[in-house]
């Protein structure tokens, strides 16, 4: 047995904080929270792992990033999404052909994840195989869980990042053949966007998610001129959703990033289908795609999780994610004069955590038969705590802390940091 004490801070619903000043998580030796207590039993004899006055938090769930544009964070911010795509991220994505180099990058991200407080993730590789594998273990050996995808695209005009047909086929089988080892990391089908697949290769992935029971990552109306582009290119259809919806990769927990300028038919149809809206805030402002409609998605009773989506995010902080998901929700508050309520910082917390959570099969907060997932957050830093209510502080840390105030990290019930 093992106790983990500190001030403990959870959210097991949107909006709802529960807060358990010294309080104490007891786990099983695998990691397996047992309960949550007021205090430490008496006469426990198992570890203690104290955390004194530090704030105890669940950890944060990445659900759309590229691993692959990791190096360049920061970069091509004046540019929008395709004339940006092709400039910075199919160049960089090439790269990921050498496996040593795949190798070099992603060990540094799984590590960087880590000491950002995350330890579940959906991620998209690149269309290179080896270098997908890859990425799995890193992320399997740095003890983080989730899904990793392999890119489809078999249209990439003007530019040498590209497959053909037969080749993404044969490729995805290899790859998925290949996954049996891993027992966290798990593959999920990751057709780049419409654009870059052709409607033979959707149907294609269409039919492989049926047979194999596979989920399914893509992108959803990011940006205006992209969204007038699939509508170009498959004849028939009046909305992006259709473009995926047609093949069936568009259905229960399919994980759809961005859904910027979804109007209410595409919105009706993500929540009839059971589809994650994937809220990627920092990458929607970088790259000026636009304001996502986050609170009329969750009072239509869309699921809604977080995102970084570096490279379009500037960073691997959930914690900066979940700020920026605050931000623009009180620009739309703005926008709207007052009258669409913005997010609280209790709702963007279970956003990048429980709604993450929820989707990969697990209760949010310190539940009871879950294996451990959370963060210690040392805040003494910034100016202090003394006469801060714990419930202050919590606040004061989604809009100041960043990784330097994360000491410790717990994922899958082992301790990670």
């Given at each position: 047995?093992?106790?983990i004490?500190?001030n403990?801070?959870e959210?097991?619903?949107?909006?709802?904080?529960?807060i358990?000043?010294?309080?104490?998580?007891i786990t099983?030796?695998?990691g397996t929270?047992?309960e949550?207590?007021?205090a430490?039993?008496?006469g426990?004899?198992?570890e203690i792992d104290?955390y004194?006055?530090a704030?105890?938090?669940?950890?944060?769930c990445?659900m759309?990033s590229?691993a692959?544009?990791?190096?360049?964070?920061g970069?091509?911010?004046d540019?929008q999404?395709?004339?940006w795509?092709?400039?910075?991220?199919?160049?960089?994505?090439l790269?990921f052909?050498?496996t040593?180099?795949?190798?070099k990058v992603y060990?540094?991200?799984?590590?960087?994840?880590?000491?950002n407080?995350?330890?579940?993730?959906?991620?998209?590789?690149s269309?290179?195989?080896?270098?997908?594998l890859i990425?799995?273990?890193?992320?399997?050996?740095a003890?983080?869980t989730g899904?990793?995808?392999?890119?489809?695209?078999?249209t990439?005009p003007?530019?040498r990042?590209?497959?053909t047909?037969?080749?993404?086929?044969?490729?995805?089988?290899?790859?998925?053949?290949?996954c049996?080892d891993?027992?966290?990391?798990?593959?999920?089908?990751t057709?780049?966007?419409t654009?870059?697949?052709s409607m033979e290769?959707l149907?294609?992935?269409?039919k492989?998610a049926r047979?194999r029971?596979?989920?399914?990552?893509s992108h959803?109306s990011?940006?205006?001129v992209e969204?007038?582009?699939?509508?170009?290119l498959q004849?028939g259809?009046?909305?992006y959703?259709?473009?995926?919806?047609?093949?069936g990769?568009?259905?229960?927990?399919?994980l759809?990033?961005?859904?910027v300028?979804c109007?209410?038919?595409?919105?009706?149809?993500?929540?009839r289908?059971n589809?994650y809206?994937?809220?990627?805030?920092?990458s929607?402002?970088s790259?000026?795609?636009?304001?996502?409609?986050?609170r009329?998605?969750?009072d239509?009773?869309?699921?809604?999780?977080l995102g970084?989506?570096?490279?379009g995010?500037t960073?691997?902080?959930?914690i900066?994610?979940?700020?920026?998901?605050?931000y623009?929700?009180?620009?739309?508050?703005v926008?709207s004069e007052?009258?669409t309520?913005?997010?609280?910082v209790?709702?963007?917390?279970?956003l990048?955590?429980g709604?993450?959570a929820e989707?990969?099969g697990?209760k949010?907060g310190?539940?009871?038969g879950?294996?451990?997932?959370?963060i210690?957050?040392?805040?003494?830093?910034l100016?202090?705590?003394d006469?801060?209510?714990?419930?202050?502080?919590?606040?004061?840390c989604?809009?100041?802390c960043?990784?330097?105030?994360?000491?410790?990290?717990?994922g899958?019930?082992?301790?990670?940091?």
């Amino acid at each position: 047995m093992r106790a983990i004490r500190g001030n403990i801070i959870e959210a097991k619903s949107l909006g709802k904080l529960d807060i358990l000043p010294n309080g104490c998580i007891i786990t099983n030796d695998d990691g397996t929270t047992v309960e949550t207590l007021p205090a430490l039993p008496l006469g426990f004899a198992g570890e203690i792992d104290d955390y004194k006055d530090a704030l105890v938090m669940q950890s944060f769930c990445d659900m759309h990033s590229h691993a692959p544009q990791y190096p360049n964070l920061g970069m091509g911010y004046d540019l929008q999404l395709l004339d940006w795509l092709a400039a910075y991220t199919f160049p960089i994505e090439l790269r990921f052909a050498d496996t040593e180099y795949a190798r070099k990058v992603y060990k540094r991200l799984a590590r960087e994840l880590v000491d950002n407080g995350t330890t579940r993730v959906s991620m998209f590789s690149s269309l290179h195989v080896d270098s997908t594998l890859i990425l799995m273990e890193e992320l399997e050996n740095a003890g983080i869980t989730g899904f990793v995808g392999k890119v489809n695209m078999d249209t990439n005009p003007n530019c040498r990042l590209v497959e053909t047909t037969e080749e993404s086929k044969r490729e995805t089988l290899r790859w998925l053949d290949s996954c049996g080892d891993f027992k966290n990391i798990r593959p999920m089908l990751t057709p780049r966007f419409t654009p870059s697949c052709s409607m033979e290769l959707l149907e294609w992935l269409g039919k492989l998610a049926r047979e194999r029971g596979l989920y399914v990552q893509s992108h959803l109306s990011e940006n205006r001129v992209e969204q007038a582009l699939v509508l170009s290119l498959q004849p028939g259809i009046t909305h992006y959703y259709q473009s995926y919806d047609r093949f069936g990769l568009f259905g229960d927990h399919t994980l759809m990033a961005h859904c910027v300028y979804c109007d209410d038919e595409e919105l009706e149809a993500i929540r009839r289908n059971n589809v994650y809206a994937v809220h990627c805030a920092d990458s929607n402002i970088s790259i000026v795609s636009g304001l996502s409609p986050v609170r009329k998605m969750l009072d239509m009773g869309i699921h809604v999780v977080l995102g970084s989506d570096i490279a379009g995010g500037t960073s691997l902080s959930m914690i900066r994610a979940a700020r920026n998901a605050i931000y623009t929700s009180k620009v739309i508050n703005v926008q709207s004069e007052y009258t669409t309520p913005f997010l609280t910082v209790a709702e963007a917390y279970y956003l990048a955590t429980g709604a993450g959570a929820e989707y990969f099969g697990s209760k949010s907060g310190f539940a009871k038969g879950e294996k451990l997932h959370a963060i210690i957050v040392d805040d003494t830093a910034l100016f202090g705590t003394d006469k801060l209510s714990v419930r202050d502080r919590f606040g004061r840390c989604f809009y100041m802390c960043d990784d330097r105030q994360i000491k410790a990290v717990y994922g899958n019930g082992k301790r990670l940091k």
